[in-house]
């Protein structure tokens, strides 16, 4: 690794009253702001590779396509840039996956590199903007203090308390407990009546809103961002967020699927139900219970073929045809037709009874809404679109119930993003950061995913860790290929034992699907392993991630939210295990559907989308374990494909390159030698980016736990030779794996 510039600086700091550098080099070097600022600073070239390409595009009107590695400091590379737009006078909007990150940037991250400009950016606003169901409505809350059911509920009392307190923000995240009936009391587009509210002056939602039109930085989610980008595609003089110059996607590796669901329906069978369910109880409103009660009989009776599928997944025309196609639609009709009187009653009584006026006519507007959707769903023709079904349990296990939900998905997001996105954002950048973007060292993947232009600036920079010392990724060739059943996840199970014997525990197992997670953790429970085992499901995940950390030498056993987002230092996690090649449910519909559609359109969709795909998710699951220079461990990826099959190398090239192993014995003297030199870790580099979510240390454990059996790592750079395996097609340990590449088309 070339030698970087360390540089220590007292815990005092100095307000910035410097007018700030000039360049990006200056921002980002030994002797800049950010080394002022912080007290231990590395200078990276990677992060400034980054941030000049960020800033190149914000300056050319261009898409950038940017895959930091852990540990580059992608945040300061696109927030410097960003902030120095904002002087100017430019607006961004930063978006993000998780409201940790979003957390992260409003309370910690931007308020730092705020401080690095100093009096340049006194007038530089930043605000976090969320959707309006997170905020209290007013109106509502009056609404439902006349709802007998509310009123009630002591919960409800506890809520109107916290919203007559002269601080109450109104944001759900600040309700300090839980409230199940919030729907009731929420912000919805429905019964919103804006500036002709009388609370608008002092409307929680509002509020937010007219804050983010005076800032500079507007941090929200993807949700959000993509809702807002529909809207506008329907009628450019709507939206939610104020106009801006830059978007930066921050965990942008997510924005296909958040697309997906934005640009398509979800109908569920208990959504008319919930309906009738808020007239009901609205206080005062003289309706016909009958005709109520005859819709939810429709709604039933048009439900009813999708329950009785016994699929868990399918397409609609699995079960819709002849007869049964006649029947559901004929349901269907007179579904949206019973919908649409319903509406016409409610406008009728908001007219001539002023007391339930204002919420009547949102439950009316819902009303519409509905019925439109249902109709779009069943009787609108779109070709490039899916029309699919889902059947899910719910409740209890004691008192479980089917749910069934309705899709309109569309095949692929790409004509629907050049329309509303690339086409609309020619003068500004639009920014897309990952930890985990690329597939095969280029970005291939998400520009035909995505319909990404083809001018967009490409940077791609590898981690500034040393992954050949600090971390070995072991593939066990003897493993035959994944299979489903009981004889191989004993095997697994097996294999499993001896990593974690070797580690002491101290690991996360992460599975492709529910099924193997299970069947392995029964396995591993007969085995009495002397490690505890956490597996996902028995705790909401957060307090999982609290007992795996105050055990100290705990598996946790976890699909697909453990895989990202989940942040822990130091020898509390020292080993990450990889069931399988990650790759997509193949009879999934969604996946069925795009597949089709690659092979028709002339392309190999093994090659074109689902290794693509895996490579991502393979990339994500890998960097759990190194997340500082301090950090020590294995990766165990269970899968011999990666030796066994062509495209195996392809797979290993494009991890990060730590050092490989397929034979036991390499295993074993590598952890030998990491615990040779295990002196206690030192503090995280102050300035080491993390992954939004929980972050945890060795010396949070120690003092949260003392009697935890934590083993600190050393950071000793280990020099071991390469060994290749041999009887294999491919060999794990011969593959050459590239370092970072960076360039610009």
């Not at 095949?411 to 086409?423: R, T």
């Not at 199970?493 to 492709?512: D, N, S, Y």
Request: glycine letters at 6%.
């Amino acid at each position: 690794m070339q030698p970087r510039n360390r540089v220590v600086k007292p815990k005092t700091k100095k307000p910035a009253t410097l007018p700030p550098p000039a360049t990006l080099e200056e921002f980002f070097g030994p002797n800049g702001p950010l080394a002022n600022e912080l007290e231990v600073y590395e200078a990276r070239p990677e992060q400034l590779e980054v941030a000049t390409a960020i800033e190149q595009a914000m300056i050319d009107g261009k898409p950038c396509l940017a895959e930091a590695g852990t540990g580059v400091g992608k945040t300061m590379a696109y927030l410097i840039p960003a902030v120095r737009a904002a002087i100017e006078g430019k607006t961004t909007v930063i978006s993000t996956h998780t409201i940790n990150l979003q957390n992260q940037l409003i309370q910690k991250d931007i308020p730092l590199v705020l401080r690095l400009f100093g009096e340049a950016a006194s007038a530089v606003r930043a605000v976090l903007m969320k959707g309006r169901g997170n905020y209290l409505c007013k109106q509502n809350l009056e609404h439902a203090k006349a709802d007998i059911f509310l009123e009630m509920d002591p919960q409800f009392e506890r809520v109107k308390r916290w919203a007559a307190k002269r601080d109450c923000t109104g944001d759900l995240a600040d309700l300090p407990f839980s409230f199940t009936s919030w729907s009731e009391v929420s912000s919805t587009p429905e019964t919103c009546r804006a500036n002709e509210c009388h609370f608008y002056s002092d409307c929680h939602y509002y509020k937010m809103r007219s804050a983010a039109y005076e800032s500079k930085l507007i941090v929200v989610n993807h949700a959000l961002f993509f809702s807002d980008l529909a809207m506008r595609a329907d009628d450019p003089s709507t939206g939610v967020l104020p106009s801006y110059d830059h978007v930066v996607f921050d965990e942008a590796h997510h924005l296909e699927d958040v697309a997906t669901k934005t640009f398509g329906i979800d109908f569920g069978s208990r959504r008319i139900s919930n309906l009738t369910d808020r007239i009901k109880h609205v206080k005062g409103l003289d309706i016909d219970r009958d005709r109520l009660n005859t819709l939810e009989d429709l709604n039933g009776a048009f439900f009813q073929p999708f329950y009785q599928a016994g699929k868990s997944e399918f397409y609609f025309e699995d079960i819709l045809h002849d007869e049964n196609q006649e029947v559901v639609d004929r349901y269907a009709r007179d579904t949206c037709n019973s919908i649409a009187t319903l509406q016409n009653d409610l406008v009728a009584i908001a007219r001539d009874n002023e007391d339930v006026r204002d919420r009547v006519e949102g439950i009316a507007r819902l009303c519409g809404r509905t019925r439109e959707e249902l109709s779009r769903l069943m009787f609108h023709t779109e070709a490039e679109s899916i029309r699919w079904v889902d059947v899910e349990m719910s409740g209890r296990t004691a008192k479980s119930e089917p749910r069934v939900t309705l899709h309109l998905t569309p095949i692929s997001v790409a004509e629907p993003l050049i329309k509303a996105l690339w086409n609309r954002a020619r003068s500004g950048a639009v920014v897309m950061v990952s930890a985990t973007l690329a597939n095969s060292g280029g970005f291939s993947y998400q520009r035909q995913r995505l319909g990404i232009p083809d001018d967009a600036i490409e940077c791609l920079v590898g981690s500034p860790f040393d992954y050949k010392s600090q971390a070995m990724l072991y593939v066990p060739g003897h493993l035959p290929a994944p299979a489903y059943g009981a004889d191989y996840a004993g095997m697994v199970a097996k294999e499993i034992e001896r990593i974690v014997r070797l580690t002491e525990g101290r690991a996360f197992l992460l599975f492709t699907s529910r099924a193997m997670l299970n069947m392995v953790h029964s396995a591993l429970t007969e085995r009495q392993l002397p490690f505890p085992l956490f597996k996902q499901g028995d705790l909401p995940p957060g307090k999982l991630i609290e007992a795996f950390r105050y055990s100290g030498n705990g598996c946790l056993l976890g699909v697909q939210t453990f895989w990202e987002g989940v942040d822990i230092q130091g020898a509390a996690l020292s080993c990450v295990i990889i069931d399988k090649l990650p790759f997509a449910v193949p009879d999934s519909p969604i996946t069925k559907a795009r597949i089709t559609a690659i092979e028709q359109g002339g392309l190999n969709s093994f090659r074109d989308y689902s290794i693509p795909q895996a490579q991502i998710k393979l990339k994500q699951g890998f960097g759990r374990l190194i997340r500082t220079k301090e950090d020590r461990g294995l990766v165990c990826i269970l899968d011999s494909r990666l030796i066994s099959r062509d495209y195996g190398a392809e797979f290993v090239k494009y991890l990060p390159p730590a050092a490989r192993a397929s034979k036991w014995p390499r295993v074993e003297k590598f952890w030998q030698e990491v615990q040779a030199h295990a002196p206690a870790v030192s503090p995280a580099d102050a300035q080491d980016e993390t992954e939004a979510g929980t972050t945890v240390t060795v010396d949070r454990v120690k003092e949260d736990n003392p009697q935890a059996g934590v083993y600190n790592l050393a950071p000793t750079i280990l020099s071991l030779p390469t060994m290749s395996g041999t009887g294999s097609a491919v060999s794990l340990d011969n593959v050459t794996l590239d370092g970072s590449n960076c360039s610009q088309s």
